[in-house]
């Protein structure tokens, strides 16, 4: 073992009821970068990809502008960097070269104007020939792309590149600004290049600076990349869903190696944060003792200092007792976060059913949904899911800003955890 990556465990009860049924179980496995990879700084491939359409006019391409050039003051001249920028045309800014004069950089920024309609895939299509030049193994390649609007007509192509820029391994960190751009879209795009999406409120002029700033700080922190988990579960032992909970709330596609072995992608890892994972699992009856369950196995590889294809490995071990006081405990940082989970489950699943037209079902489950995010003391966001619920049975339908806020925030949930005891 190379020691890069160190894995821990923890379930939802120190011990389960030994009975005869079959019973549901919360595994959460943590992967975080250890002190050997704390020093690791990779070069970047940097392309920033900026809708400067005729919406984007006053305070929206201020901050735009203000924000990139926070985000130029972040880099080295040992990264790469690019700025394309889109309306229904496309421009190449600055075409791919090293950040080593961050005032001519800025001067560019600055002469940026607004005009024009949205035809995101030209962006992104220069953006990813930008992005290409400087493709290496030993730097890591992000694409930082921003619309307030919705594309003219070409959201295939914007998903064929997107998945175009994740076999190149190329991220695409896919923001949007405001209220009327289509997250289904940027939602794909990042899924498609294993990326992230978000939402920048408009109202919030601060928030695009540190949006930009945050996600260059990101990509900056990587060292471990390519990460898989691999679960190897005992017979009897069934994967019910696999969750990653850190650093944002996602349901995650898991796949069948074998009868018993599923694998699961992570990509890459922040040196300060990494991963987790919140896997159910249903367990078949056991008398009392000990049993393991599964093991647990990460594969990565760490570029910058040439090794690939290392493991970190760890079982999972569960004790079933016929002690009912102690089956009854439960530990509450694992509970914490699987009552986030499950707020975040709710709201996605009411956004579907209502997408379907199924209002009873919608409203039903953004209630359920807003009794969960109070419970955590997420107030304003529990008003959002009520508001929208409220809307949905007087037939006005889903606002975009509370979607938005809705589908976006709950994804930041364990963001605010409490330290692990």
């Known amino acids: 073992m190379a ?14 009821p030994a009975t005869g049924a079959t019973q549901l179980a919360y595994v959460l496995i943590e992967a975080r970068p250890t002190g050997a990879v704390a020093q690791v700084r990779m070069p970047l491939n940097f392309a920033f990809v900026l809708d400067h359409s005729g919406s984007m006019s006053g305070a929206k391409l201020a901050n735009l502008k203000a924000a990139a050039k926070l985000a130029i003051d972040r880099l080295g001249p040992g990264d790469l960097v690019s700025i394309v920028i889109f309306d229904d045309k496309v421009q190449v800014l600055v075409p791919s070269r090293p950040a080593d004069n961050p005032a001519a950089l800025k001067r560019e920024i600055d002469g940026i104007r607004d005009g024009g309609g949205t035809e995101m895939s030209r962006g992104m299509r220069a953006g990813l020939d930008e992005l290409r030049k400087g493709l290496t193994p030993g730097r890591v390649s992000r694409m930082l792309l921003l619309t307030d609007g919705e594309t003219f007509g070409d959201e295939d192509v914007c998903r064929k590149l997107a998945a175009e820029a994740g076999r190149s391994g190329i991220p695409i960190i896919a923001l949007g600004l405001g209220e009327d751009w289509n997250e289904k879209l940027l939602d794909d795009i990042a899924d498609a290049s294993r990326g992230v999406s978000d939402f920048i409120p408009d109202r919030q002029p601060q928030a695009i600076l540190k949006s930009f700033e945050e996600h260059v700080r990101t990509a900056q922190a990587t060292a471990i990349q390519n990460a898989q988990f691999i679960l190897r579960l005992i017979p009897g032992v069934l994967p019910r869903a696999v969750w990653r909970v850190t650093p944002l709330i996602a349901k995650l596609g898991h796949r069948a190696l074998s009868d018993r072995d599923v694998q699961v992608t992570l990509g890459d890892m922040d040196v300060g944060q990494g991963q987790s994972i919140l896997v159910e699992v249903l367990l078949p009856p056991r008398a009392p003792g000990a049993y393991r369950i599964m093991q647990a196995e990460v594969s990565y590889d760490i570029i910058a200092l040439g090794k690939t294809g290392e493991k970190a490995r760890v079982d999972v071990v569960l004790e079933f007792t016929s002690d009912l006081t102690r089956a009854a405990q439960v530990n509450p940082y694992v509970m914490n976060i699987v009552e986030k989970v499950t707020a975040h489950r709710l709201q996605t699943q009411a956004l579907d059913e209502a997408a379907v037209g199924n209002i009873a079902g919608a409203t039903q489950k953004l209630r359920a949904a807003a009794t969960r995010l109070l ?23 889903l606002s975009s800003a509370g979607t938005k806020k809705l589908r976006y925030e709950t994804r930041k949930l364990t963001q605010k955890l409490e330290e692990s005891p």
Do not use: D, S
Not at 6 to 12: K, R
């Open 3 to 16: 020691g890069e990556v160190q894995l821990t465990v923890q379930t939802n009860r120190p011990a389960y």
């Open 375 to 397: 419970e955590l003391g997420e107030e304003e966001l529990a008003r959002t899911a009520l508001e929208e619920a409220r809307r949905l049975e007087e037939g006005k339908g």
